[in-house]
Every structure is written in C-alpha cells, then in structure tokens.
T-cell receptor, first 115, second 116 residues
Framework: DAGVIQSPRHEVTEMGQEVTLRCKPI?????LFWYRQTMMRGLELLIY????????DSGMPEDRFSAKMPNASFSTLKIQPSEPRDSAVYFC?????????????FGEGSRLTVL | AQKVTQAQTEISVVEKEDVTLDCVYE???????LFWYKQPPSGELVFLIR??????QNEISGRYSWNFQKSTSSFNFTITASQVVDSAVYFC?????????????FGEGTQLTVNP
C-alpha cells in the first residue's frame, strides 16, 4: 500500500505568491490532518477532516490559510498571500478511526520557503 | 489544556549505550492516549507506540521499551544498546479521548545522536 503522498516536496516562492500544497491520504483512511513544523513552534495541528468534512480548524493561523478536501483521496492546503513567516515543513497525515492503534501515518512533508 | 514536555533538547551517546528519553504530560482528562514518534534525518514522522491511559503496563519491542507512570504523568522511552541508526528526533505526543484521539499535541522533541 502506498503511504501518504504529498507534493511538492520542496517549494520556494516569493512573498505575496499563492502556494498550494497537496496531499493524497492512504486509501480507506477517514481522517486527514495538516500539521506545520517550525523550529520556533514545533509541530502544530492546523486542521483536520473526518470523512472530507473539516472538524477542527482552530489551528489555522489566519485567513490567508485555507484547506479543502473535495473527496476522500485528495486535500489541499493553500496560502494566499504567502509571507516569510509561513516558511516551514507542512505535513499531511491520515488515519483510520477503526485502526487498532490509532496511529497517524505521516507523509514526507512539503518544505516551504517564502523569500 | 494539554501539554507535553520533553526537557531534554539534545542527547549524545556512544553506540551500545542505553539511553532514556523523558516525557512528562499534563491533561485534565481521565482518558487519553500517549504516543512516541521518530523523525529521522530524512524528515518523515514514524509512529513507534501508542498507550491508553488505563493501561500502565510497560512495553518492550526489541531494543525499545516504554515506561508509563500515571502517578508522575510520565511516559519515558528507553533505547537499549543504541545504534547509529537510532539517531533522530523523537517526539512524545498526547491526545484526549474526547477528540476521538484525533488532536495530537506534540512535545518539543529530543534530538538523539548516537556516535560510532
């Protein structure tokens, strides 16, 4: 089985540009999460979905950030306009609620650099 | 509010030494879950273990063992006979049952370096 797939792996952009990060969760998983990792703040939960519905977006830093999950196999995290302080590694993760251990399966991350 | 503290920012050991990574947590819930994740230099986060708050049995998996003590709100992780491949950042995390175990709060992480 393929794991969680994220794209792009690396993105360098200039301040003010729109950034779209993509995620394909593991097939059959009904929860999808977006996390951000920075040196200053560590790993933070931004938003998570259950059956494609956003459940908790309280971690989304501001209106410049938006996330969608149009179907069970695809999610996007968009930043518009981007700012240098958005530079971070963004992780997507998925899980199956019925899973025995409840573990999250993480993608390899998208490293974003905003100049 | 829940909180996870990993007081050790960095640990450096020589191969074959045993090493313990500390994790202390805070939560008001009586039912919660504790996790350890490994982040190797390649960057991905790898699940190691999950414990339920009502199961205080220690667990051993090969060279890895975990000591869960509710009385001290600690969930420590020991690597026996460490190897260079164990070099990574290790994260302890907590989630509360009321969120169906979905909202993970991570500690700051401990950077473990195992030198040959």
């Amino acid at each position: 089985d393929a794991g969680v797939i994220q794209s792009p792996r690396h993105e360098v952009t200039e301040m003010g540009q729109e950034v779209t990060l993509r995620c394909k969760p593991i097939s059959g998983h009904d929860y999808l999460f977006w996390y951000r990792q920075t040196m200053m703040r560590g790993l933070e939960l931004l938003i998570y979905f259950n059956n494609n519905v956003p459940i908790d977006d309280s971690g989304m830093p501001e209106d410049r950030f938006s996330a969608k999950m149009p179907n069970a196999s695809f999610s996007t995290l968009k930043i518009q306009p981007s700012e240098p302080r958005d530079s971070a590694v963004y992780f997507c993760a998925s899980r199956n609620f019925a899973g025995r251990t409840g573990e999250l399966f993480f993608g390899e991350g998208s490293r974003l650099t905003v100049l | 509010a829940q909180k996870v503290t990993q007081a050790q920012t960095e640990i450096s050991v020589v191969e074959k030494e045993d090493v313990t990574l500390d994790c202390v947590y805070e939560t008001r819930d009586t039912t919660y879950y504790l996790f350890w994740y490994k982040q190797p230099p390649s960057g991905e986060l790898v699940f190691l273990i999950r414990r339920n708050s009502f199961d205080e049995q220690n667990e051993i998996s090969g060279r890895y063992s975990w000591n869960f003590q509710k009385s001290t709100s600690s969930f420590n992780f020991t690597i026996t006979a460490s190897q260079v491949v164990d070099s990574a950042v290790y994260f302890c995390a907590l989630s509360e049952a009321k969120t169906s175990g979905s909202r993970l709060t991570f500690g700051e992480g401990t950077q473990l370096t195992v030198n040959p």
